[in-house]
T-cell receptor, first 112, second 118 residues
Framework: GQQVMQIPQYQHVQEGEDFTTYCNSSTTLSNIQWYKQRPGGHPVFLIQLVKSGEVKKQKRLTFQFGEAKKNSSLHITATQTTDVGTYFCAGKGGSTLGRLYFGRGTQLTVWP | SAVISQKPSRDICQRGTSLTIQCQVDSQVTMMFWYRQQPGQSLTLIATANQGSEATYESGFVIDKFPISRPNLTFSTLTVSNMSPEDSSIYLC???????????????FGSGTRLTVV
């Protein structure tokens, strides 16, 4: 079945350092979404990437979707303590309203 | 985006009992999803709740253990039946909504139900 692998599982950085998490799918995705879950909270939708090679930015966050639509990355520039949380990628297959396949998440810790 | 009201937010239950979790959405949505999340783990899809028909369950999850109702396009319930300590987890509902910012659908989650079975 479809799988989405995400690395690293944990990342500890000092405030001001950059952070990147990577996702890789075993099959071609129709789109990929990114979510952030704060400790004790629920996943919150960040962004959706649809097009091959797409790059989107949200302030210090840069999201990329690979040319083959099988991999994606989230890069945070100059991390802040407010970036703490677990970042999940979630891939979707061909169906418009189909299920999401979640990666295992990357838990980001930022030291002040 | 759709707003989901999920309750209860947490509960402590005796083994062998059942708990029903409710999700109310502020707009009509075609598909609702039920997830389970163990502490520090990713989200595992339990089933997709379809309005007017039986839910579609993922491998490892069965209707007798996790019966789901979807009486209309704004409401769904998940029951965790005959609970054991292994059922202790966070249960989340999710809906797809049409995203105005980009093609396709975004997904929003309820705030979750933290279940502890003793």
């Amino acid at each position: 079945g479809q799988q989405v692998m995400q690395i690293p599982q944990y990342q500890h950085v000092q405030e001001g350092e950059d952070f990147t998490t990577y996702c890789n799918s075993s099959t071609t995705l129709s789109n990929i979404q990114w979510y952030k879950q704060r400790p004790g909270g629920h996943p919150v939708f960040l962004i959706q990437l649809v097009k091959s090679g797409e790059v989107k930015k949200q302030k210090r966050l840069t999201f990329q979707f690979g040319e083959a639509k099988k991999n994606s990355s989230l890069h945070i520039t100059a991390t802040q303590t407010t970036d703490v949380g677990t970042y999940f990628c979630a891939g979707k297959g061909g169906s418009t309203l189909g299920r999401l396949y979640f990666g295992r998440g990357t838990q980001l810790t930022v030291w002040p | 985006s759709a707003v989901i009201s999920q309750k209860p937010s947490r509960d402590i239950c005796q083994r062998g009992t059942s708990l029903t979790i409710q999700c109310q959405v502020d707009s009509q949505v075609t598909m609702m999803f039920w997830y389970r999340q163990q502490p520090g783990q990713s989200l595992t899809l339990i089933a997709t709740a379809n309005q007017g028909s039986e839910a579609t369950y993922e491998s490892g999850f069965v209707i007798d253990k996790f019966p789901i109702s979807r009486p209309n396009l704004t409401f769904s319930t998940l029951t965790v039946s005959n609970m054991s300590p292994e059922d202790s987890s966070i249960y989340l509902c999710s809906v797809a909504y049409r995203s105005g910012r980009s093609p396709g659908y975004g997904y929003t989650f309820g705030s979750g139900t933290r279940l502890t079975v003793v």
